[in-house]
């Protein structure tokens, strides 16, 4: 088994975090990256075995519209502050995985403005989709900021696999490729076997929301992707009675586990919050779920205290599912006690039967509103039962193989 089989995240906003301005017209240079380091006890105390960090690079406004992904965010710090949060893991044994963003860059990106002056001979001019007729970029699913880079090229590959080796050798342990399912899977086979070659012990999460997951994985070389299936059947299910919804993503679930091991979510920092999309209640039926089926689960940091939030489209529509927190947890409110207790409870449960991570599931009961469904690991020589009740507020009991009672949102 390698360290990822144990994995469990806490994912986390930075930018959004610790309160650095997004859409100001100049970044406010800080070192608001160290407002991690007193979260980190409270990531160990959850239960979470590393940081999913979202974009930390130089960026103009939301980090995924990045300058210079060889440069830390001077509206999160430098270098320096950087290794000190590297160190600060290292020595409570927490993983950190960044968020790469290798289908695009931002339309202001230095080498792409200087391409588009210099024209097609300029050094950099190979790196970026370019209309050279037109003299202007391929633009990421429309949008105006964001240029594509050109994934046909080898300076693309070369560029892409600096990047990852440039972290990698500053200490990080993996990478989000964000919207991996952009890119030609072809692409990302020329990267990751460069990058493995120093760093055999990387993980590698694919951003794929729709289509064959597991044909991603094996044309891109992965290790996974993102379960937007599962995502989806959770709050879905909860929110409209349907518990069918989820039984058959549980069942395509168990066939993406023949031949990878999908990152498993009840929310992230693109999506409407789950307490807003099915209650406090729902938030923790949701854990309960992702800690009791095979994945590698993440929890996206305030879903655990209930926080609520909802995604809009429009400028600014993100803000509300990417709050600033307290500068410690400490400055958090009671009302999230109940739902953070709750989700310590379920992280532990899983960290008790590490075989979960590669679990699969059968179902033993199911209507619209009570679903019972058996985990089971992989040598079939020890299960779970998870009885899911929506007759009235969402309850769950997980029962052993004995039948006794290990955990129950009843209390």
């Known amino acids: 088994?390698?360290?990822?089989?144990?994995?469990?995240?806490?994912?986390?906003?930075?930018?959004?975090?610790?309160?650095?301005?997004?859409?100001?017209?100049?970044?406010?240079?800080?070192?608001?990256?160290?407002?991690?380091?007193?979260?980190?006890?409270?990531?160990?105390?959850?239960?979470?075995?590393?940081?999913?960090?979202?974009?930390?690079?130089?960026?103009?406004?939301?980090?995924?519209?990045?300058?210079?992904?060889f440069r830390i965010d001077p509206r999160l710090g430098d270098d320096g502050d950087f290794d000190d949060l590297v160190a600060a893991c290292r020595a409570r044994g927490l993983r950190i995985v960044l968020d790469g963003?290798?289908?695009?860059?931002?339309?202001?990106?230095?080498?792409?403005?200087?391409?588009?002056?210099?024209?097609?001979?300029?050094?950099?001019?190979?790196?970026?989709?370019?209309?050279?007729?037109?003299?202007?970029?391929r633009l990421f699913?429309?949008?105006?900021?964001?240029?594509?880079?050109?994934?046909r090229s080898a300076q693309a590959v070369d560029y892409t696999a600096a990047?990852?080796?440039?972290?990698?050798?500053?200490?990080?342990?993996?990478?989000?490729?964000?919207?991996?399912?952009?890119?030609?899977?072809?692409?990302?086979?020329?990267?990751?076997?460069?990058?493995?070659?120093?760093?055999?012990?990387?993980?590698?999460?694919?951003?794929?929301?729709?289509?064959d997951y597991p044909g991603f994985v094996a044309a891109s070389g992965v290790d996974s992707v993102t379960q937007y299936e599962l995502w989806k059947a959770l709050w879905s299910s909860l929110r409209d009675r349907n518990l069918f919804e989820l039984d058959w993503a549980l069942t395509r679930h168990n066939g993406f586990l023949e031949t990878f091991v999908p990152n498993t979510f009840a929310?992230?920092?693109?999506?409407?919050?789950?307490?807003?999309?099915?209650?406090?209640?729902?938030?923790?039926?949701?854990?309960?779920?992702?800690?009791?089926?095979?994945?590698?689960?993440?929890?996206?940091?305030?879903?655990?205290q209930g926080f609520t939030g909802v995604k809009e489209d429009r400028i600014g529509g993100d803000d509300a599912v990417r709050p600033e927190f307290p500068e410690q947890p400490a400055g958090l409110a009671d009302w999230g006690k109940d739902v953070h207790r709750a989700h310590q409870e379920l992280i532990g449960l899983r960290r008790r039967h590490p075989w979960l991570t590669t679990a699969t599931t059968e179902s033993r009961e199911l209507t619209n509103t009570r679903y019972v469904y058996r985990t089971r690991s992989r040598s079939g020589d020890d299960h779970l039962d998870v009885e899911i009740d929506l007759a009235g507020p969402p309850a769950v009991t997980i029962r052993d193989r004995s039948g006794q009672a290990l955990w129950s949102q009843r209390g």
């Open 1 to 69: 088994m390698s360290w990822v089989d144990h994995a469990i995240w806490w994912h986390v906003y930075p930018l959004g975090f610790t309160g650095a301005p997004i859409r100001d017209a100049g970044p406010s240079p800080a070192p608001r990256l160290r407002r991690l380091l007193p979260w980190l006890d409270y990531a160990i105390e959850l239960g979470a075995s590393g940081l999913l960090l979202g974009p930390v690079f130089a960026a103009a406004t939301h980090g995924y519209d990045s300058l210079d992904q």
């Open 101 to 137: 963003v290798f289908s695009h860059v931002g339309s202001d990106h230095p080498e792409l403005l200087r391409a588009l002056r210099d024209g097609p001979d300029s050094p950099a001019a190979g790196l970026f989709d370019i209309d050279w007729a037109a003299r202007t970029p």
């Open 163 to 211: 990047v990852l080796e440039h972290w990698l050798d500053r200490g990080i342990d993996g990478w989000r490729l964000d919207a991996a399912y952009s890119v030609d899977p072809a692409f990302w086979s020329r990267v990751l076997p460069r990058v493995r070659e120093k760093h055999p012990d990387a993980w590698f999460l694919g951003e794929v929301i729709h289509g």
């Open 141 to 151: 699913e429309g949008h105006p900021g964001l240029a594509r880079l050109d994934h």
């Open 267 to 304: 929310g992230n920092h693109d999506v409407t919050r789950i307490a807003s999309l099915a209650g406090a209640d729902g938030a923790v039926a949701a854990c309960a779920v992702v800690m009791t089926v095979g994945g590698i689960p993440s929890v996206y940091a305030g879903d655990e």
